[in-house]
């Protein structure tokens, strides 16, 4: 009786001299066991890895990467933590080595899937499709059409000509309002981007068919990101108690378009809340831009390559603010497997705690401070070789839009640094984070723009 870490003999005995028909002390030792096992109810049956017991419900709060890398550490599970999400059995890794080991398996290649993914036809797309030749031919296809070098390269004008319009829609705002939401500029722009790569269409900003465009994708965003008890417990599953399914059920009656459009405008909010914050960082990059560029010409992506304290600015916001600091879609285990000395059955779902990662003091120094400099002094790569820092994930599952992503941020940030000087405007930018599809701000950022020239 003690495979689950608890003398169970101890309730045997109390309950043997109690006076209660036997029926209820086995439902009552039953019930122990089950409930108060390392990892909780659903890894009740297995072998133990240390976890906390009971249900844990930090998935369904704003702030699930924070409250797991705590409990990580309390229970002494940085490596691998076990626990349970109603019936589901999950693992955790806030290590590096661990981290790899489960991106980099072939067994975790599969996604766990949502209610809200199905509903929205999402399975039948590359972030969600399981495993296999259908999913194995979207990346192919896409590796080829969208994300290829020649494709990301050809794509360039059309972005600085995006960059453009958002350093217009800024300055426009700044005459009418004397102060910047930059969520919306910057989520515009995105979206138009990928509206752009797929389709060859362009919307424009905030107005008609862009308008509700945005409102559609901002909707589906929030059904991904939202947490689903009837994903882990099915009589919540018949009952539709959120009302997930039914907003899915209207929305996927519309056209959908996702991906890679909240990540970037993300990150570059995240990235312009702390050019405000810090002026010393933004005035080099500042100095940066003028030196290679000059004032009599835009940046183009071109550049990009002779900006490296640009570069360590993005990997810098990258590490404090991953967007996806638990790697946003966790993986699921196709087959019986070992991480480490740990069994890990079938049909576990296993996610990668990357904030938990970069702010390890272990592994950086000073991990809550802004330093674009470390990356000065080392470089780290930050597409998925190295676990220290893969905020794009790694292995088999890897972003397929990582190099779209980083060209596209690199030159709109560079556009944006280049035309304003960015100060706060009344209030000072608020950090705190609030985490749905991805890790966001929680009160979006409101600033002033001075133009540069
Ligand atoms: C800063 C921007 C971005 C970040 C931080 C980011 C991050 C991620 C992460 C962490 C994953 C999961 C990786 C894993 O399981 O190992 C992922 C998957 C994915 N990303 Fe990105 N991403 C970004 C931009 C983009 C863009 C621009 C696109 C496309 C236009 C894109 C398309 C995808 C797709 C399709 C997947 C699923 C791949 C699969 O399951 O096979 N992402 N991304």
Avoid at 339 to 367: K, L, R
Wanted: one cysteine or more.
């Amino acid at each position: 009786m003690s495979t689950s870490g608890l003398d169970f003999s101890f309730f045997l005995l109390l309950l043997s001299k109690t006076p209660i028909s036997p029926l209820l002390a086995l439902l009552v030792v039953v019930l122990s066991f089950v409930f108060l096992s390392p990892g909780g109810l659903a890894w009740a049956f297995y072998r133990a890895i240390p976890g906390p017991p009971g249900f844990v419900r930090a998935l369904s709060g704003t702030a699930a990467h924070r409250a797991l890398a705590k409990l990580s550490r309390s229970f002494q599970a940085v490596d691998l933590m076990a626990f349970s999400v109603g019936f589901t059995r999950f693992i955790v890794a806030s290590q590096p080595d661990t981290a790899k080991e489960i991106l980099a398996s072939p067994a975790f290649a599969d996604r766990p899937i949502k209610e809200s993914a199905y509903e929205l036809l999402f399975h039948r797309a590359m972030g969600f499709a399981p495993f296999g030749e259908y999913w194995r031919n979207l990346r192919r296809i896409s590796a080829t059409h969208m994300f290829s070098p020649r494709r990301i390269s050809a794509s360039g004008e059309y972005r600085r000509l995006v960059g453009s319009n958002m350093v217009r829609e800024v300055q426009d705002l700044m005459g009418k309002d004397g102060e910047v939401e930059l969520k919306k500029v910057l989520h515009f722009g995105s979206l138009n981007n990928v509206m752009m790569s797929v389709f060859g269409k362009s919307f424009d900003f905030g107005k008609g068919e862009g308008l509700e465009l945005e409102e559609l994708v901002s909707e589906g965003y929030e059904l991904l990101g939202m947490f689903n008890w009837s994903d882990h417990l099915p009589l919540f599953g018949l009952l539709d108690l959120q009302g997930v399914r039914r907003r899915c059920k209207k929305l996927v009656a519309k056209e959908m378009i996702f991906r890679g459009t909240d990540t970037v405008a993300i990150l570059l909010e995240w990235i312009m809340a702390r050019m405000v914050l810090h002026p010393d960082i933004q005035s080099k990059a500042q100095a940066e831009i003028a030196a290679v560029v000059g004032s009599s010409r835009l940046v183009t992506d071109s550049d990009i390559a002779n900006l490296p304290y640009l570069q360590s600015i993005v990997k810098e916001t990258l590490r404090v603010h991953p967007p996806g600091p638990l790697l946003s879609w966790a993986r699921l285990a196709i087959h019986n497997v070992q991480v480490g000395d740990h069994f890990i059955p079938a049909g576990t779902t296993a996610m990668v705690n990357m904030w938990a990662i970069t702010h390890d003091e272990c592994i950086w120094s000073e991990p809550n401070e802004f330093k674009p400099e470390r990356f000065m002094l080392e470089d780290i790569s930050i597409l998925g070789s190295d676990l220290r820092l893969a905020p794009f994930g790694s292995g088999r599952r890897v972003c397929p839009g990582k190099a779209m992503a980083l060209a596209t941020v690199h030159l709109w940030l560079a556009q944006l640094l280049q035309s304003f000087k960015w100060v706060p405007s009344e209030k000072e930018p608020d950090l705190s984070e609030c985490l749905k599809m991805s890790l966001e701000m929680k009160n979006p950022l409101v600033c002033r723009a001075v133009p540069m020239y």
